[in-house]
């Protein structure tokens, strides 16, 4: 089944840090391009991160979350993982966290990526 998976969610006291973690199944994540979203109760989903890869072979990333939430990605064992590491986590950072990939870069900064994972609660409060 092709899939993304994450992991990571959790609770966490404000001012914490969470590493989130997504890993595709039956695909691999080369050539893709990369994002997290979240969305929060009652709210719309927003995109808080994202990487596009380009032609040169680097990727141009950006952090909607200026200073606290950085996407990068790890190979190991033949395998890309996408992270997300946040810190300086604020309760208003509580929400479900999704990544998405896509061969096409405007489908994942616009949200409308071909694959999502099932999303990992993170939930900030003391």
């Known amino acids: 089944q092709v899939k993304l998976v994450e992991s990571g969610g959790g609770l966490v006291q404000p001012g914490g840090s969470l590493r989130l973690s997504c890993s595709a199944s039956?695909?691999?994540?080369?050539?893709?391009?990369v994002g997290w979203f979240r969305q929060a109760p009652g709210k719309e989903r927003e995109r808080v991160s994202s990487c596009i890869n380009m032609a040169d072979g680097k990727s141009v990333c950006a952090d909607l979350v200026k200073g606290r939430f950085t996407l990068y990605r790890n190979t190991a064992n033949s395998t890309i993982t996408v992270y997300l590491q946040m810190t300086s986590l604020e309760p208003e950072d509580t929400a479900v966290y999704y990544c998405?990939?896509?061969?096409?870069?405007?489908?994942?900064?616009?949200?409308?990526?071909?694959?999502w994972g099932q999303g990992t609660q993170v939930a900030v409060s003391s």
């Open positions: 998405a990939a896509d061969t096409w870069a405007a489908a994942v900064v616009a949200g409308t990526a071909k694959y």
């Open positions: 039956g695909f691999t994540l080369d050539n893709y391009h």
